[in-house]
């Protein structure tokens, strides 16, 4: 089956700080990668799609300068929230291809204090 | 940017009755998917559905792609089924737009 894994679960940074946060898929090759967030009492935002081999293409509000993106081979993604503030809190999912269904890591529920 | 409309917002029923869920997308759609949301944030992927009806024990969803719909059906509900429900749809391959979901809270 297709798997995907996000590390870690939970986390909380200081504000200004920054934090790492990693997509593992599974059992599938992932040619694509695409992180969303979830603010309180909102719906789900993509932020950026991440193709191997192409430029990543992030959605308006959002940049490369803040949200970095490593997407090194099939299998592994990863973003960074540079600077958090309290508007980054939220929980951030990693959406990884397979052909056209996308499967969902559990998310990384970040805080900032 | 892409929209999608998804309704009703909130419903509450009673254990038994019958649940519609709907999704209406601004423009053509690939494919798109509904999703129920844990408690905790983690999505589980209820149905993949590009075209037509599928069907998995009491949920049934149909989307029509040339009317840019779907629907989630819940029939016989339970107090299980309580929860919020997504829909999201895929303009282009690999990446999905989001309604603003449905709380369904289902009482005994």
């Known amino acids: 089956g297709a798997l995907v894994y996000q590390y870690p679960r939970r986390t909380i940074c200081k504000s200004g700080t920054s934090m790492r946060m990693e997509c593992q898929a599974v059992?599938?090759?992932?040619?694509?990668v695409a992180w969303y967030r979830q603010s309180p009492q909102k719906t789900f935002e993509l932020i950026a799609l991440?193709?191997?081999?192409?430029?990543?293409?992030?959605e308006q509000n959002f940049t490369q300068e803040k949200f970095p993106i490593s997407h090194p081979n099939l299998s592994f993604s990863s973003m960074t929230v540079l600077n958090a503030y309290l508007e980054d809190r939220g929980l951030y999912l990693c959406?990884?291809?397979?052909?056209?269904?996308?499967?969902f890591g559990k998310g990384t529920r970040l805080t900032v204090v | 940017g892409q929209q999608v409309q998804q309704s009703p917002a909130s419903l509450v029923l009673q254990e038994g009755e019958n649940a519609e869920l709907q999704c209406n997308f601004s423009?053509?759609?690939?494919?798109m998917q509904w999703f129920y949301q844990r408690p905790e944030g983690s999505l589980v992927s209820l149905f993949y559905?590009?075209?037509g009806t599928k069907q998995s024990g009491r949920l049934t969803s149909t989307t029509v792609i040339k009317e840019r719909r779907s629907s989630l059906h819940i029939s016989s509900s339970q107090i299980t089924d309580s929860g919020t429900y997504l829909c999201?749809?895929?303009?282009?391959?690999?990446?999905?737009?989001f309604g603003s979901g449905t709380k369904l809270t289902v009482e005994p």
């Open positions: 959406g990884a291809s397979r052909q056209a269904e996308v499967f």
């Open positions: 059992g599938f090759q992932a040619t694509s």
């Open positions: 991440s193709t191997v081999n192409s430029a990543i293409k992030y």
């Open positions: 423009t053509s759609l690939n494919s």
């Open positions: 559905n590009p075209s």
């Open positions: 999201a749809f895929m303009p282009n391959y690999n990446v999905l737009y």
